[in-house]
């Protein structure tokens, strides 16, 4: 379908089922065994319910907001998510280009299908990126890549998935046993490997994943990184005050977007734990969310239970398909759905609604 007659971002989704490879399809939109937290994550965005205001002056709304010292249009990051190439020709470099376009930052991920200098060279030359990083079980690898990102001033912050210490069973992966041409330049450009186990793409993509990492190698990330050190797949208060302790500057609440253990609670219920166990973090450090943010209403709900910004994964991953254009205008629909939201719900700024109960009633989830 043409990219004018996308007008959400479960059209970008449902696009990419119809023109994507079949193996590139089960690799974007599949998750972990039953798809139970996949599922999850987005329809328990659907629980919350606003408390919207009227008869304000909503003439003028303001999205604006920073991430880690950087302003950013909106609250919404893009994703890191492995081989974007896999969606289209541009891969990363439509991320990165249409990110910069539309002011909110890229994430790029380790096994990304372009280099980090090409991936940088898509944006204008100041413009910032995050990256995420999967500590290598060959651990001079990864510090070859810390000590890469402390030349790279474009690079503001380092995001440490954890939630993957083993890639999960991808069923739709493991069961199209094609061979795809791109994986990630930080594999050295390796086939997905298809063995007894299935076709498992994401399989190889993260197999240099090291799993004994724990939160005592945080010290030796700090020791080779000077970044804002962030922690991507929080799923408990537990942990997230560990990460607090730890001195890091952020967390990601995530479950891998239902990729990494199925029946991990959905995102917002992690959220809510956080907020009734251990409130005192989202004053210490940023508090981010992804998985199922599929609607402006999705992030401005974030906003109101206390997150600094949401996380968007693959609606942007299939909208490389269009190329840099339709990242743009996924990020243009998003734009836009948060201000309506703003407007109708009362709410001009972010700063007014940012953890304030008042403007959602969460019930149905207590
Ligand atoms: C991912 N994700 C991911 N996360 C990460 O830290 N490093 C990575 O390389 C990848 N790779 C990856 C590939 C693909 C195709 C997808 C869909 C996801 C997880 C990603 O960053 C994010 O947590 C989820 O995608 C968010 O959920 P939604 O928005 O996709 O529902």
Not at 56 to 75: A, E, L, Q, Y
Request: hydrophobic fraction near 40%.
């Amino acid at each position: 379908p043409p990219l004018s007659s996308l007008i959400n971002l479960d059209d970008f989704e449902q696009s990419f089922a119809k023109s994507g490879s079949q193996k590139s399809h089960a690799y974007i939109s599949g998750a972990s065994n039953d798809l139970l937290t996949l599922n999850a994550n987005k329809s328990f965005w659907q629980k919350l319910w606003f408390r919207p205001r009227i008869m304000r002056n909503v003439s003028i709304v303001n999205t604006k907001t920073t991430m880690f010292g950087c302003d950013v249009v909106m609250p919404v990051w893009i994703c890191p998510m492995g081989v974007a190439k896999t969606a289209g020709p541009e891969g990363e470099t439509a991320l990165g280009a249409g990110a910069a376009a539309s002011g909110i930052i890229h994430c790029m991920s380790t096994p990304a299908s372009f280099s980090i200098e090409d991936i940088l060279a898509s944006a204008p030359k100041t413009y910032p990126f995050f990256f995420q990083l999967y500590v290598d079980k060959q651990r001079h690898k990864t510090e070859a890549v810390l000590q890469k990102l402390e030349t790279m001033d474009q690079v503001k912050a380092l995001f440490i998935t954890v939630d993957l210490a083993v890639v999960s069973k991808r069923e739709a992966d493991e069961r199209i046993r094609t061979q795809e041409d791109t994986t990630s330049v930080y594999m050295s450009g390796q086939k997905n490997k298809i063995d007894k186990k299935g076709g498992g793409l994401a399989r190889t993509t993260g197999s240099f994943i090291d799993w004994a990492f724990s939160w005592e190698d945080l010290a030796w990330v700090r020791k080779h990184s000077s970044l804002p050190i962030v922690v991507k797949g929080i799923q408990s208060a537990a942990d997230a005050k560990m990460a607090m302790e730890m001195g890091c500057q952020g967390i990601v609440v995530s479950n891998h977007g239902g990729r990494a253990l199925d029946s991990a609670p959905a995102t917002i219920l992690i959220l809510l734990e956080l907020r009734r166990d251990c409130p005192e973090i989202f004053d210490k450090m940023e508090v981010h969310i992804d998985g199922g943010v599929r609607r402006g209403s999705d992030i401005l709900k974030a906003v109101c239970l206390g997150a600094r910004a949401v996380g968007v994964g693959r609606p942007f991953q299939c909208s490389v398909a269009y190329d840099r254009e339709g990242v743009e205008t996924a990020a243009a629909i998003l734009q836009d759905e948060l201000e309506t939201a703003m407007r109708l719900c009362g709410v001009t700024n972010l700063d007014q609604a940012r953890g304030d109960l008042s403007y959602l009633n969460t019930s149905e989830l207590e």
